[in-house]
Each structure stands twice: as structure tokens, then as C-alpha cells.
């Protein structure tokens, strides 16, 4: 190297080495800051912020209906569906194991 470009190498060396020392950039002045703001958002938007720890159940609601059976899935004993009770797109099945007239057509189909 030559002598011309030690001064240079070695100021290049300097100031590289001195951005290491400025710390987390996080924390450095005029750089965002974690606030608190979107729960603070959150919770003028809610009606009661109480909501937003514990929930609250509404009269009426089919919640424990649904409770039966997700506790067999969790337990693993789900009932098999009956085998009268099955049928497939385009060709339904009587209990005899005889295809019968046609599928039930859903209600409410709009004709």
C-alpha cells in the first residue's frame, strides 16, 4: 500500500468503526417509539373496553349447542352418521342398498 493511502485507509477504518458506537437505532433521537397508540385506538373504538379482557355472552345464541360436540371431537368419540343417512351428488341410496327416484332437492332452491 502505498504511503499516500494509509491516511485514507486509516480514516475509512475510523469512521466505519464509529457506527458501531451510535447503539440500537431504535432508540436513537427523532426515531419512532413504540407508544401504546393502537391500544389506545383500540379501545376508544370498542364500546365497552371491558369486552376487550373478558368477553360476553348474548341471550339466545346457539354457543352451548355446539359445545356437545366439540368436546366429542376433543375426546374422540364421534358418532359415525347412520348409513340410510348417506348420499352422494347424483346418486342417493335407499336402506336397501336400491338407488332410489332422485336427491332431495334443498329448500328454498328459488323455483
Not at 504511503?3 to 475510523?14: D, K, S, T
Not at 370498542?46 to 379482557?53: E, F
Not at 348417506?86 to 336402506?95: D, F, K, M, Q, V
Request: net charge negative; charged share 15%.
Amino acid at each position: 500500500m502505498s504511503p499516500r493511502r494509509r491516511p485514507l485507509v486509516l480514516l475509512l477504518a475510523l469512521t466505519a468503526g464509529g457506527c458501531t458506537m451510535t447503539g440500537n437505532p431504535m432508540y436513537r433521537e427523532g426515531t419512532w417509539h413504540p407508544t401504546g397508540a393502537n391500544a389506545a385506538n383500540l379501545a376508544a373504538e370498542v364500546a365497552d373496553p371491558q369486552d376487550l379482557i373478558a368477553g360476553r355472552g348474548a341471550a339466545g345464541t346457539p354457543g352451548p349447542l355446539a359445545v356437545l360436540p366439540v368436546e366429542n371431537l376433543r375426546a374422540d368419540t364421534v358418532k359415525p352418521l347412520p348409513a340410510d343417512s348417506i348420499e352422494t351428488l347424483g346418486s342417493a341410496t335407499t336402506p336397501s342398498g336400491e338407488p332410489s327416484s332422485g336427491a332431495a332437492v334443498p329448500s328454498g332452491s328459488g323455483d
